[in-house]
């Protein structure tokens, strides 16, 4: 992650928006959409500097590992198989030089699940493409998704969601000399990215239908592309693009989020014994403040001001 270990310009904690967990993380969660298995967790989670929160991570009694429950299943394979990007600056990035340690808010949390149920954050990740997620789940390739996941209730007739975890919120990017764009108006007749099968397919033409909407498959195509000039401006959520700003000074924020986005972890479908089992674990990290010490290690190190309030579990539609 020495890429994204530099010093930082840090951003304002925006909580108009996102009152009740508040900056954004990637609703849309576009990356590489490589089916190929990486190992990861182990000893490499010291790199995080999380050292302290891996030693006192809670550990799951042995009554709540249901005989023949899928926790039980990945108890005895001895590792959590769980669909994450590769490629996101802060929530799940790989470190080039070391394939095998990645960091960053979603994937740390990943481990800390993997510890819940194991002992040890052994995980193997299987980087999805965003419209490739439910399958993961449904054909039983991963045991989890954590990948900046938009709870619906379209996508929950499919499969099931943990969570919400973290409320994110759609914002603008923009090039660094763009002074024409300064709200989400201004984005009509422009040409606008997006990410392939994340929220901002649809909100985009709802916000400025004379917009001409351009999608990519993953987030580094996209910022590319705002790069190249080959858009107008690039609507993602709000921390991705705040990681895509602070590493890139050709681009900037042009508008704050303008809608607001729950984030879950993906499950398999008609398992409620796996979800309470998540919940569980979820309500016990945030309990403690291990969630808050992990967001203050990752997405905290470039916004202004404390970890937010995670939301309420189950307080979402789809949850």
């Given at each position: 992650m020495s890429d994204i270990r530099l010093p930082r310009r840090r951003f304002p904690l925006i909580t108009a928006v996102l009152a009740t967990a508040s900056v954004a993380v990637a609703g849309c969660g576009s990356s590489d959409s490589s089916s190929d298995a990486v190992p990861g967790g182990g000893d490499d989670t010291a790199a995080s500097g999380l050292d302290a929160v891996y030693e006192d991570a809670p550990v799951a009694d042995e009554e709540l590992i249901l005989p023949e429950s899928t926790m039980a299943e990945i108890k005895e394979r001895g590792v959590l198989r769980v669909a994450a990007a590769l490629d996101a600056p802060l929530l799940s990035q790989q470190d080039p030089s070391n394939p095998e340690d990645v960091e960053g808010f979603d994937i740390d949390?990943?481990?800390?699940?993997?510890?819940?149920?194991?002992?040890?954050?052994?995980?193997?990740?299987?980087?999805?493409?965003?419209?490739?997620?439910?399958?993961?789940?449904?054909?039983?390739?991963?045991?989890?998704?954590f990948n900046t996941y938009t709870i619906t209730e379209e996508r929950a007739e499919q499969i099931s969601f943990a969570g919400p975890y973290f409320t994110s919120g759609l914002a603008v990017a923009v090039a660094a000399d763009n002074e024409d764009i300064s709200s989400i108006e201004d984005l009509d007749g422009k040409n606008v990215i997006v990410g392939a099968n994340t929220p901002a397919v649809t909100a985009v033409p709802e916000v400025a239908p004379g917009a001409e909407v351009t999608s990519f498959a993953t987030d580094p195509q996209a910022v590319?592309?705002?790069?190249?000039?080959?858009?107008?401006?690039?609507?993602?959520?709000?921390?991705?693009?705040l990681a895509a700003a602070d590493a890139n000074?050709?681009?900037?924020?042009?508008?704050?989020?303008?809608?607001?986005?729950?984030?879950?972890?993906g499950l398999p479908p008609e398992d409620p014994e796996f979800k309470e089992f998540v919940n569980t674990w979820l309500e016990e990290i945030e309990d403690d403040g291990s969630w808050a010490e992990i967001w203050e290690a990752t997405l905290g190190t470039v916004v202004e001001g404390d970890a937010p309030t995670p939301p309420e579990i189950g307080s979402v539609p789809g949850s």
């Amino acid at each position: 992650m020495s890429d994204i270990r530099l010093p930082r310009r840090r951003f304002p904690l925006i909580t108009a928006v996102l009152a009740t967990a508040s900056v954004a993380v990637a609703g849309c969660g576009s990356s590489d959409s490589s089916s190929d298995a990486v190992p990861g967790g182990g000893d490499d989670t010291a790199a995080s500097g999380l050292d302290a929160v891996y030693e006192d991570a809670p550990v799951a009694d042995e009554e709540l590992i249901l005989p023949e429950s899928t926790m039980a299943e990945i108890k005895e394979r001895g590792v959590l198989r769980v669909a994450a990007a590769l490629d996101a600056p802060l929530l799940s990035q790989q470190d080039p030089s070391n394939p095998e340690d990645v960091e960053g808010f979603d994937i740390d949390l990943a481990k800390m699940l993997a510890i819940y149920i194991l002992g040890e954050p052994n995980i193997e990740i299987v980087p999805p493409a965003s419209e490739t997620r439910e399958a993961l789940l449904q054909n039983g390739t991963v045991d989890v998704v954590f990948n900046t996941y938009t709870i619906t209730e379209e996508r929950a007739e499919q499969i099931s969601f943990a969570g919400p975890y973290f409320t994110s919120g759609l914002a603008v990017a923009v090039a660094a000399d763009n002074e024409d764009i300064s709200s989400i108006e201004d984005l009509d007749g422009k040409n606008v990215i997006v990410g392939a099968n994340t929220p901002a397919v649809t909100a985009v033409p709802e916000v400025a239908p004379g917009a001409e909407v351009t999608s990519f498959a993953t987030d580094p195509q996209a910022v590319q592309a705002l790069v190249q000039g080959r858009g107008d401006a690039y609507v993602q959520d709000y921390t991705l693009l705040l990681a895509a700003a602070d590493a890139n000074d050709d681009i900037k924020i042009a508008v704050q989020p303008f809608t607001e986005e729950p984030y879950g972890i993906g499950l398999p479908p008609e398992d409620p014994e796996f979800k309470e089992f998540v919940n569980t674990w979820l309500e016990e990290i945030e309990d403690d403040g291990s969630w808050a010490e992990i967001w203050e290690a990752t997405l905290g190190t470039v916004v202004e001001g404390d970890a937010p309030t995670p939301p309420e579990i189950g307080s979402v539609p789809g949850s």
